[in-house]
């Protein structure tokens, strides 16, 4: 079967963004199609080398804890993540363009599109490395193999490491009055453990320089197979399981739009906090 060489479109643009792709027309000389091409590659050549994010950590340690974004939005930026929701109201995981919330009893569940998020981090995954890992290790010496897999720890990683693990412990925050931080919600967060439980951990590997964005070093989250239980990981210990790891160079930082966002003092550090409640 051959494919078409050029696929020639027929679009139908707002009125306002005609104008300024003819004002941009006019300011760099290139043709229409010239910045169209230009425009898709950026949106879709690029993808899935981007990680996406919402809000900063420390926005959330500072409790401008509102949702912003909502799911729709953020399954453009991605289809594989972590975050939360309004009101810190439980742990988000997103895996193959689903997004479950696991809230305060442990129990997972789907989400609805008009759902909206404080803080996530998203990318479209796709596996640049993967491994198959069957040896009892517990978290940190599985870490220490996704280290490896790691050629820089000077940008983000995408994690997916799916399969058996003996034992999984994980917490959830529960949902919290307006304006409490992280640090707090995380005081009295419910933990849950899993024995013998199929099923995948979400996680970002963020560079050290990067704090107060997001968590620098490793963030998991976990959901079990049946996707109906989960949360942020605290422990765990493997059984068999395929780490798969997505090299993201690229990434883009969406700031909301909330009062609490934009008048937070995001000048503290809260490295030594962080450090605590999410490990
Ligand atoms: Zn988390």
């Given at each position: 079967m051959t494919r078409p060489q050029h696929l020639t479109l027929r679009v139908h643009l707002p009125a306002a963004l005609a104008r300024q792709l003819g004002a941009r027309r006019k300011q760099t000389g290139q043709s229409l199609s010239a910045i169209i091409v230009q425009a898709l590659e950026r949106l879709l050549g690029d993808e899935d080398q981007t990680v996406f994010q919402t809000s900063t950590v420390n926005a959330l340690m500072e409790g401008a804890s509102t949702g912003d974004m909502t799911?729709?939005?953020l399954k453009t930026h991605g289809?594989?993540?972590l975050g939360t929701f309004d009101g810190l109201d439980g742990e988000m995981i997103e895996l193959d363009g689903k997004v479950f919330q696991v809230r305060a009893d442990g129990h997972a569940h789907p989400?609805?599109?008009s759902t909206r998020t404080p803080f996530a981090t998203v990318s479209f995954f796709k596996a640049d490395e993967s491994?198959?890992?069957?040896r009892p290790y517990g978290q940190a010496e599985m870490l220490a193999t996704v280290a490896t897999m790691l050629p820089s720890q000077n940008i983000f990683h995408a994690?997916?490491?799916e399969g058996r693990f003996d034992y999984v412990k994980t917490r959830a925050v529960a949902k919290q009055d307006k304006s409490v931080g992280l640090e707090q919600a995380a005081r009295e967060e419910p933990v849950f453990e899993f024995h013998d439980v199929e099923g995948t951990i979400v996680g970002?590997?963020?560079p050290d320089y990067l704090r107060g964005v997001n968590v620098p070093g490793y963030h998991l989250h976990f959901i079990t197979a049946d996707r109906s239980a989960g949360g942020h990981m605290l422990d765990c210990r493997?059984?068999?399981v395929t780490i798969k790891i997505h090299h993201t160079p690229e990434f883009e930082l969406g700031t909301p739009g909330t009062e609490e966002f934009l008048k937070a003092d995001l000048s503290r550090d809260h490295?030594?906090?962080i450090a605590k409640i999410e490990r």
């Open positions: 799911m729709g939005e289809d594989f993540g989400v609805e599109d491994a198959r890992l069957d994690l997916r490491i970002f590997f963020t493997v059984a068999d490295t030594a906090a």
